[in-house]
């Protein structure tokens, strides 16, 4: 199978078959060191655009898999030639994402089913209105492979009969009722939970500072389970990752939704503001705190900034917990390649505090591995 199609003078092609243009995006792929490209045995489709005849952006689908045989997905795995990834205009992107979905659903050999981690983003309920797609939100499941974990659970719009997934499914009211009334589309504070129950069980927590609220797990997970005061930071801004500003609108719309859903948000002291001027106001009003946890900006020098102004507002014995401090490497976020820049990351910002402040700090041993926790002391 070969269907090529031109819209807007930008060239849509799919096949069943890898083919010269999907194999460049390859080469170039690997010239560049991207450790996960995106061909790989289970990929079915093989779908690259092209922008005055070079390509561009390539993706993959595949049939079958956690669905029927008769189901065909998308998969998340996308590469974009660095010459047009994150130059091309918002509109020209949507468009090039709608007319891409339009062609694969367009083959009509099999049912199409896309998962979505942000179904309420308007583009997507767009494209999916204009496929007959359900949008409603008794028509909208969850599917996931284990029913015990929230966070194996993702939103899926689809056409068709839901008996074709064959993996656990509830609808949005069971999963609320099962999970709360939450909404996350990214689950990246297990580790850090695991490791604050570890923390807490020897010692007494009254006052939690966060610095880096994203769409507000962690101190959910604190309010619902803890009786303490949680104070969290976070600008949602997107300067320093040089991303759309769209994509941290909608994980503060998911925050304000969760902060205002939980039942002890009365506990929550809400800064919607860079770290560094929130910090500087604690320290002037003398603010003190029991337990901090360290997981906003990554690159070196702004988490040396919070971890030097955190200590200052550490009661004496309290514990800041820093996230990706081991061995996390920064990516480049619209080519997915991993930058070897030692700046880039918690590391280099972490060892060094461990050093200057080696004779008043105690390191903690802690589960989860990826994260560090450091005690204040006096000798």
């Known amino acids: ?27 170039v792929a690997k010239k560049l060191n991207i450790k996960k490209v ?3 045995k289970n990929d079915n489709y093989f779908g690259v655009v092209l922008i005055d005849e070079e390509p561009a952006y390539s993706y993959t689908a595949r049939n079958g898999d956690l669905y029927d045989k008769n189901v065909i997905r998308c998969n998340t795995k996308f590469f974009a030639n660095p010459k047009f990834a994150g ?20 083959t009509k050999k099999y049912d199409f089913y896309f998962i979505s981690r942000h179904p309420n983003s308007k583009p997507i309920k767009r494209i999916y209105k204009q496929k007959g797609f359900y949008v409603d939100d008794n028509k909208l ?6 029913s015990e974990k929230s966070s194996s659970w993702r939103y899926i719009y689809y056409i068709g009969d839901i008996k074709y997934f064959n993996v656990p499914k509830m609808s949005l009211n069971e999963y609320y009722s099962k999970f709360g ?20 069980k020897n010692n007494s927590v009254k006052r939690v500072l966060e610095i880096g609220t994203f769409e507000g797990k962690y101190s959910l997970w604190l309010a619902d389970n803890y009786d303490l005061k949680i104070y969290t930071i976070d600008p949602f801004k997107s ?3 040089n991303l759309s500003q769209s994509l941290f609108n909608t994980v503060e719309k998911n925050w304000l939704h969760n902060l205002h859903n ?14 560094l001027n929130v910090l500087q106001k604690l320290i002037h009003t003398k603010e003190k705190f029991d337990f901090i946890y360290i997981d906003g900006d990554h690159r070196s020098h702004i988490v040396m900034q919070d971890l030097i102004y955190s200590f200052n507002i550490l009661n004496d014995n309290g514990i800041m917990l820093i996230d990706d401090a081991v061995n996390w490497k920064a990516r480049d976020h619209n080519t997915n390649q991993i930058l070897e820049d030692e700046t880039l990351s918690p590391k280099l910002a972490v060892d060094s505090f461990k050093k200057i402040y080696k004779n008043k700090i105690k390191e903690l041993i802690i589960p989860k591995k990826n994260q560090v926790a450091l005690q204040k002391i006096w000798k």
Request: hydrophobic residues 30%; aromatic residues 18%; positive net charge.
């Open 262 to 275: 939980c039942k002890n948000n009365n506990k929550i002291t809400y800064y919607k503001d860079y770290s």
């Open 141 to 146: 499941y969850q599917v996931g492979k284990d």
């Open 181 to 200: 009334n939450y909404k996350f589309n990214r689950n990246w504070s297990d580790n850090a939970i695991e490791n604050t129950k570890h923390l807490f």
């Open 87 to 106: 130059k091309l205009s918002l509109k020209t992107m949507k468009d090039i994402y709608q007319n891409g979905i339009n062609l694969l659903v367009d």
């Open 239 to 241: 300067d320093i990752y």
């Open 38 to 40: 995106i061909k790989d």
């Open 1 to 27: 199978m070969y269907i090529e199609s031109v819209k807007d003078n930008i060239k849509y092609i799919l096949s069943n078959k890898p083919y010269f243009e999907f194999d460049y995006l390859q080469t």
